[in-house]
């Protein structure tokens, strides 16, 4: 008999994260596309914690966006800024101080994350013109990934939740958005670390992994397909915008923070 699911969390309900999650308002809007394996199939994803920490976010399961309603309308409403966390070389970085709240002209911030593995998030912002045509933000990240049970593909890539923090932080020192409380989303990250590696060394859980995880300075590094991410950021360039305040950008270097895997 299979295990009673939690259906907010996707956890076990004897394992369920939801009472321990305090909700943080935010000025800013999250929105989360999830690609449909992500949403099936990972259990450690980190955009649906992410998720419910933020009240004032949410989730859209997808591959292609240009015909989703609820993308589109928030895209296309006056209100709103909307912009695509996905670094590059006309991405605004945040971290220097590319994004004002003179920028905003009094809209709400709407960021856009690709809530995917990298070969993935590639696949959906190619067959989404809609996102291409967003402008870009990204930030330098602060830290190397924290995340010890999966292997990120170059130095600079984050997951969604990390991704999630390091904006946070950024947008409140520019004054954009206030982040109340700074270690809910790594404190959450770091216990579904633990689980999953306690599980991984425990000998009576046979069908959960084989081997325990390896520390991440031991491994090495990725071969084939997935060691040739370096060239995950030559995206298909974003056709040219329209001369509005919202199109400005910077022309920045390419730092590794913005999209990141789930």
């Not at 695509?84 to 911030?109: C, H, V």
């Not at 370096?230 to 360039?237: D, G, M, P, V, Y």
Request: glycine share 8%.
């Amino acid at each position: 008999m299979s295990r009673e699911t939690c259906y907010r969390c996707f956890w076990p309900q004897s394992l369920c994260w939801c009472a321990s999650i305090q909700p943080m308002a935010t000025r800013t809007r999250f929105v989360f596309l999830m690609h449909p394996k992500e949403f099936k199939r990972e259990k450690a994803g980190t955009g649906r914690l992410t998720h419910l920490c933020l009240p004032n976010s949410e989730i859209h399961m997808g591959i292609g966006f240009d015909d989703h309603e609820a993308v589109q309308a928030l895209i296309n409403d006056q209100k709103n800024f909307a912009v695509l966390l996905y670094p590059g070389e006309t991405a605004r970085n945040l971290s220097n101080g590319d994004l004002q709240a003179a920028d905003l002209g009094g809209r709400t911030l709407v960021v856009f994350l690709l809530d995917a593995t990298w070969a993935c998030a590639r696949k959906m912002l190619r067959l989404s013109p809609i996102l291409q045509r967003l402008p870009r933000i990204m930030f330098t990240p602060s830290a190397p990934s924290r995340y010890v049970i999966k292997q990120q593909p170059q130095a600079g890539c984050l997951s969604t939740l990390e991704a999630t923090h390091e904006l946070l932080v950024t947008l409140e020192r520019a004054g954009l958005d206030h982040y109340a409380q700074p270690t809910q989303l790594l404190g959450l990250f770091a216990r579904m670390q633990e689980f999953q590696i306690k599980c991984a060394r425990d000998p009576a859980r046979q069908g959960y992994r084989r081997h325990p995880y390896s520390e991440p300075g031991e491994r090495t590094g990725l071969k084939g397909r997935s060691g040739m991410r370096s060239r995950i950021f030559k995206t298909t360039a974003p056709p040219p915008a329209q001369p509005t305040p919202s199109s400005s950008t910077s022309n920045t270097s390419v730092e590794l923070g913005g999209i990141a895997p789930g």
